[in-house]
């Protein structure tokens, strides 16, 4: 009964996934899926979708074949322990640098809509000084958080589209079916920047309370894909995809100006800034926690804040060294493409073959005997 | 245990194991010595040396303290039965001489509650705690008998929980009083009065209340060990039993919710919660208990649930008045005039010229003010506090907009912040509400929306990570997907006919507490 057992529910796990998975990628991804490809933006989206889904069912399969072990010793399992120590440390590094992009794009987002004078190096430490305060509480309390804000968070969202609906016009999505397999490659990896995130599923996935239903995990998957075919159907039909690549970050410019009438404000901005802030510390806030764990199972201290204060420094740097915005979003896309697709998609996908491999091997051992 | 002494909690056997190294002897006179040594300058302890017997020959010590123990009790079934009875029928002198403490204890005195004690120590407690003691010559135990009688404040309506519809019974100061008030509505074996004795020296009297197959046992042994953990002089109010035993003491939001509500007691204790009421204190404490439980009043029960819906999403609303609308204010008209529409805008910054204040300090000043009178009306008394409220609020707000230190919307939203927190129901919760409400402020002033944002999001943090009594504290607003039915009780309210389930603190086979009616009538009519 004492303190936090740091079991969470299924139903937790998927909160978890589906708010770390939504942040500042869904700011620019209409921008940047306009820059790659002309039209038929959601046909791209769709199928980036589809190659998260197998990639987080990879992770499902993980936990379900590790039933409540950590990630770590479950590496550790899979590809020995320097292995494990190699692959944790490119987990850290991952971790810091998405985190420190993430806390840059907000910075800046902020920096333009509320708070214009203020430093942005005040913004970005007190987001990440309160993330360390949620990563000393665990995950345990994630869980929870993330369940309490994403029902608040959806009954907000879908109000503010309602809101932008009184400006598209769908016309500005055709023509459709027009895009080339090779266009849709093109895209797909640009758009999986605005899905990092979701591995977050195997650094928690010891923690489930009933790991065998941990193919719930790509329910998660499909939720977010279904918001962001939502973002870009309202983004596309409200600019079309010539203007699209004018604007830095669309989908706040959606709701720039809603014009109703009889409407007490004509500006949702407070909703949508709020809203944001919360999307975006849930999202850190996993990252940041899944970071904390992995170095802990490195060095084997205890003090998970003082671990994520350690984090801290480096991440911080990391978030001010791109010069500018341009900077950041190029930064980006390089770490998406070469680091990040190794350590999201590759190493559990080793781990994977590696422990069913074991498992054959065990078996065969059993019957052999 | 008898059920009077159950009922009454009036030994915790263990709490008693600690005390009383000094047996009775056989010596009445040293007995009697050895009393009136611990009990001197006590002026309010009465001794009174008799004879009993047909002539006399047996001697004993009646000693009981004035104002506590009942007179009327003391004086016809103890002292005229020892004294004046006991000469009528001459006992038989054989077996007087050798069991004087039977006859005593058995055929003379007619006091339903009555046990003996073996220490002097333990005796000296139950005189304190207003019983009767009889110390017989040569006879190695004291008689207690149970005289407790003292003036208790009548039974009155609750001052803090009013409810338009419901009873009009608050809890008393008297412990026995509010157990049987609670007992009174539950004529149920399984519900269970343990009783506990807390304070080294003071030795209060604390029960804990609860049904027995309901209630979680884990539950009651975290309370068993923590009430038992306390170590502390005297306990004077529920509300040092509350302090000690909460989970984190550091938190500014309350996690044990305290009523004066004997309603509301017995209605928590079938949803499988415990409650413990403390002697002289009329605020009884539930656990566990969450935000939920602290939003709810009594009220919303006795009426229909559209109307109780209704009133439930009104006052978490209010609650989010309460705790945004000075910071939002602050955040918006200095930080983001752009989101205001143009017209707001103009209005506010016309109202606004001439204050030579920042928007954040007009708030400070303003709502520090409101606590202060607030403070002024709780201490003085009702007649008078009602004028402050006048002179602070119309008098000095309109002076402060005359001279233009403060603008007149400032005025508006800090009436309006003050008004909703009124409409929590739980105190403890407002106050937690009132603090934030200054830390908003201050954060709107430093870092705007922004900081708003992020004061709300650590605040979330803190309250996730709460628990009371192993039930997380936003229960069960953080784990409802597997049934929404868990939502039935919360910021909605269903028709009563659809609470079947009890909450999810009880166990899963006890869930079930009604039968489905709305099906029945249905079958009638068609």
């Given at each position: 009964m004492e303190g936090n057992k740091d079991i969470i529910s299924i139903d937790q796990m998927i909160s978890i996934l589906i708010l770390t998975a939504i942040s500042t990628g869904i700011l620019s991804l209409p921008r940047r899926l306009a820059e790659i490809v002309p039209f038929d933006h959601w046909i791209v989206l769709l199928v980036a979708g589809l190659v998260v889904l197998a990639m987080v069912a990879i992770y499902a399969w993980i936990i379900k074949l590790k039933p409540g072990e950590q990630y770590f010793d479950i590496l550790t399992d899979a590809l020995s322990k320097p292995g494990a120590y190699i692959a944790a440390l490119l987990y850290i590094v991952y971790y810091v640098g998405l985190i420190g992009f993430v806390t840059r794009i907000f910075g800046e987002v902020i920096k333009v809509y509320l708070?214009?004078?203020?430093?942005?190096?005040?913004?970005?430490?007190?987001?990440?000084?309160?993330?360390?305060?949620?990563?000393?509480?665990?995950?345990?309390?994630?869980?929870?958080?993330?369940?309490?804000?994403?029902?608040?968070?959806?009954?907000?969202?879908?109000?503010?589209?309602?809101?932008?609906?009184?400006?598209?016009?769908?016309?500005?999505?055709?023509?459709?079916?027009?895009?080339?397999?090779?266009?849709?490659?093109?895209?797909?990896?640009?758009?999986?920047?605005?899905?990092?995130?979701?591995?977050?599923?195997?650094?928690?996935?010891?923690?489930?309370?009933?790991?065998?239903?941990?193919?719930?995990?790509?329910?998660?998957?499909?939720?977010?894909?279904?918001?962001?075919?939502?973002?870009?159907?309202?983004?596309?039909?409200?600019?079309?995809?010539?203007?699209?690549?004018?604007?830095?970050?669309?989908?706040?410019?959606?709701?720039?100006?809603?014009?109703?009438?009889?409407l007490f404000i004509e500006n949702v901005q407070v909703l949508v800034m709020s809203t944001w802030v919360m999307a975006v510390f849930s999202t850190i806030a996993p990252l940041y926690l899944a970071g904390t764990i992995t170095l802990k199972s490195i060095t084997g201290f205890g003090d998970q804040a003082a671990l994520a204060a350690f984090l801290l420094t480096f991440i911080y740097f990391v978030s001010l060294v791109p010069e500018n915005l341009a900077h950041v979003y190029k930064a980006a896309d390089g770490f998406t493409r070469y680091f990040a697709s190794i350590v999201v998609v590759g190493v559990p996908l080793i781990v994977l073959i590696s422990l069913l491999v074991q498992e054959r091997l065990k078996k065969g051992a059993g019957e052999g005997a | 245990m008898s059920l009077w002494e159950r009922l009454f909690g009036k030994k915790g056997e263990d709490a008693d194991s600690d005390i009383g190294e000094i047996k009775v002897s056989k010596?009445?006179?040293?007995?009697?010595?050895?009393?009136?040594?611990?009990?001197?300058?006590?002026?309010?302890?009465?001794?009174?040396?008799?004879?009993?017997?047909?002539?006399?020959?047996?001697?004993?010590?009646?000693?009981?303290?004035?104002?506590?123990?009942?007179?009327?009790?003391?004086?016809?079934?103890?002292?005229?039965?020892?004294?004046?009875?006991?000469?009528?029928?001459?006992?038989?002198?054989?077996?007087?001489?050798?069991?004087?403490?039977?006859?005593?204890?058995?055929?003379?005195?007619?006091?339903?509650?009555?046990?003996?004690?073996?220490?002097?120590?333990?005796?000296?407690?139950?005189?304190?705690?207003?019983?009767?003691?009889?110390?017989l010559d040569d006879y190695d135990k004291i008689i207690v008998i149970g005289t407790k009688g003292w003036e208790i404040r009548d039974v009155a309506a609750p001052e803090t929980e009013n409810v338009i519809r419901g009873p009009r019974q608050g809890f008393v100061e008297t412990l026995r009083v509010n157990t049987a008030l609670i007992r009174r509505r539950i004529r149920d074996h399984k519900f269970k009065i343990k009783g506990y004795k807390v304070g080294r020296r003071s030795k209060s009297d604390v029960c804990v209340l609860y049904v027995e197959d309901l209630v979680n046992e884990d539950l009651l042994e975290e309370l068993d060990k923590r009430l038992k953990s306390i170590d502390i002089d005297v306990v004077v109010d529920s509300g040092y039993i509350e302090q000690?035993?909460?989970?984190?003491?550091?938190?500014?939001?309350?996690?044990?919710?305290?009523?004066?509500?004997?309603?509301?007691?017995?209605?928590?204790?079938?949803?499988?919660?415990?409650?413990?009421?403390?002697?002289?204190?009329?605020?009884?404490?539930?656990?566990?208990?969450?935000?939920?439980?602290?939003?709810?009043?009594?009220?919303?029960?006795?009426?229909?649930?559209?109307?109780?819906?209704?009133?439930?999403?009104?006052?978490?609303?209010?609650?989010?008045?309460?705790?945004?609308?000075?910071?939002?204010?602050?955040?918006?008209?200095?930080?983001?005039?752009?989101?205001?529409?143009?017209?707001?805008?103009?209005?506010?910054?016309?109202?606004?010229?001439?204050?030579?204040?920042?928007?954040?300090?007009?708030?400070?000043?303003?709502?520090?003010?409101?606590?202060?009178?607030?403070?002024?009306?709780?201490?003085?008394?009702?007649?008078?506090?009602?004028?402050?409220?006048?002179?602070?609020?119309?008098?000095i707000g309109q002076a402060a907009v005359d001279a233009g230190i403060v603008g007149p919307i400032m005025i508006i939203i800090v009436s309006i912040t003050a008004i909703a927190s009124f409409t929590t129901p739980s105190y403890n919760l407002a106050i937690a509400i009132r603090l934030l409400r200054l830390v908003l402020i201050v954060a709107a002033g430093i870092l705007g929306l922004y900081g708003v944002t992020l004061v709300t999001i650590v605040v979330l943090v803190h309250l996730c990570g709460l628990k009371s009594f192993g039930m997380p504290y936003l229960t069960p607003y953080t784990s409802y997907i597997k049934k929404a039915s868990d939502l039935k009780d919360t910021f909605i309210k269903v028709p009563l006919s659809n609470m079947h389930d009890r909450e999810t603190i009880v166990k899963e086979s006890e869930r079930k507490r009604m039968r489905d009616h709305r099906d029945e009538d249905l079958n009638k009519e068609g």
């Open positions: 708070l214009v004078k203020t430093p942005i190096e005040i913004i970005n430490v007190s987001i990440l000084v309160s993330c360390i305060y949620l990563s000393r509480k665990g995950v345990e309390v994630l869980g929870r958080l993330s369940m309490f804000i994403l029902p608040i968070g959806s009954v907000v969202t879908v109000i503010l589209f309602l809101l932008s609906l009184t400006k598209t016009n769908f016309r500005n999505l055709l023509p459709v079916f027009q895009i080339s397999p090779a266009q849709v490659l093109q895209g797909v990896p640009a758009t999986m920047l605005s899905f990092l995130g979701l591995e977050v599923a195997l650094f928690f996935g010891g923690n489930l309370e009933k790991p065998k239903e941990s193919t719930k995990i790509l329910f998660a998957v499909a939720v977010v894909v279904l918001f962001y075919l939502a973002v870009l159907v309202s983004a596309f039909s409200q600019f079309g995809p010539i203007q699209m690549k004018s604007l830095v970050w669309p989908t706040l410019d959606l709701f720039d100006t809603v014009d109703i009438p009889g | 010596s009445l006179d040293k007995n009697f010595k050895m009393i009136k040594d611990m009990l001197e300058d006590c002026d309010d302890v009465l001794f009174r040396e008799i004879k009993m017997g047909i002539d006399g020959n047996y001697r004993a010590v009646v000693i009981s303290i004035d104002g506590m123990a009942d007179e009327n009790i003391v004086n016809e079934h103890i002292l005229k039965n020892l004294m004046v009875e006991s000469r009528i029928a001459p006992p038989d002198i054989g077996v007087l001489k050798r069991q004087a403490s039977d006859v005593v204890r058995d055929k003379t005195l007619s006091a339903a509650e009555m046990k003996e004690v073996e220490t002097i120590e333990q005796a000296v407690i139950d005189i304190l705690t207003g019983d009767t003691v009889i110390i000690l035993i909460e989970d984190s003491w550091n938190s500014p939001f309350p996690q044990v919710q305290h009523t004066e509500r004997p309603d509301v007691v017995t209605a928590e204790l079938y949803e499988g919660k415990a409650a413990i009421v403390v002697d002289n204190s009329p605020f009884v404490l539930l656990v566990p208990s969450g935000f939920n439980a602290m939003m709810q009043s009594a009220e919303d029960y006795y009426e229909r649930w559209g109307i109780a819906t209704f009133i439930r999403i009104l006052r978490y609303f209010a609650l989010l008045i309460a705790l945004y609308m000075p910071a939002l204010y602050i955040a918006v008209t200095t930080y983001h005039p752009q989101m205001l529409p143009a017209k707001l805008l103009v209005s506010i910054a016309a109202n606004r010229t001439g204050v030579p204040f920042p928007a954040v300090m007009e708030a400070v000043i303003m709502v520090i003010t409101l606590e202060i009178l607030r403070e002024a009306g709780v201490r003085l008394p009702g007649a008078i506090g009602q004028t402050i409220g006048i002179v602070g609020a119309v008098i």
